[in-house]
């Protein structure tokens, strides 16, 4: 079953639902000299931790080769509310970092903030966005996102020869529902 987006592009997914990230370099991948991109997943969690899901941490980042499929599983949960303003719903990202070089993005990673660190609301101020969506025509079809890998130079930065980019997929996560999600994820290089 695939996972339902919303309007503002996030995936709804229920408490303790099994997601199941399916994920290939499309077939049409081609640069001389490459073997494929390199790819590493993250997570950005709502208790504002970053973890690295796949491959496993202490792991090099996973080589896709074209047309070859490798997936990976997450149980999506709402973590217990830590004051009486918690909601009962959280957002997660998930980050996949694409690179045409080996590279480690361990260094991103940091522990979830503890509960003690939420003992009251904090006095912020509240921002409501309004957006309006329409509902898709289609349904059904794999979701696919083009990826652009940047030259550092691009981005102002010093001149190395890898190129690199991220891919966010965000899940938003109710603990009213409870059934099992599956997601596709189809990296594309658009680089010429």
């Known amino acids: 079953m695939k996972v339902p987006k919303s309007c503002d592009g996030s995936y709804c997914v229920a408490h303790k639902a099994l997601v199941t990230y399916n994920f290939r370099l499309s077939q049409d991948y081609s640069r001389p000299g490459s073997k494929g991109l390199y790819v590493s997943f993250y997570m950005f969690s709502a208790t504002w931790g970053i973890s690295k899901l796949h491959p496993a941490p202490g792991q090099p980042a996973l080589l896709l080769v074209p047309g ?109 529902l409870i059934i099992q999600q599956e997601n596709d994820i189809d990296i594309k290089d658009t680089v010429g």
């Open 68 to 176: 070859k499929a490798e997936y990976f599983r997450l149980e999506m949960s709402v973590p217990p509310p830590r004051n009486i303003e918690d909601q009962a719903d959280v957002e997660d990202t998930i980050r996949v970092c694409v690179c045409d070089a080996s590279r480690s993005w361990e260094d991103i990673t940091l522990s979830d903030l503890p509960a003690e660190a939420f003992r009251g609301p904090l006095k912020t101020e509240s921002v409501v966005l309004e957006a309006t969506c329409a509902k898709s025509g289609s349904t059904g079809a794999i979701t696919s996102r083009k990826v652009i890998l940047y030259d550092c130079d691009q981005r102002g930065e010093e001149e190395l020869e890898e190129k690199w980019e991220f891919v966010d997929v965000i899940l938003h996560t109710a603990s009213a």
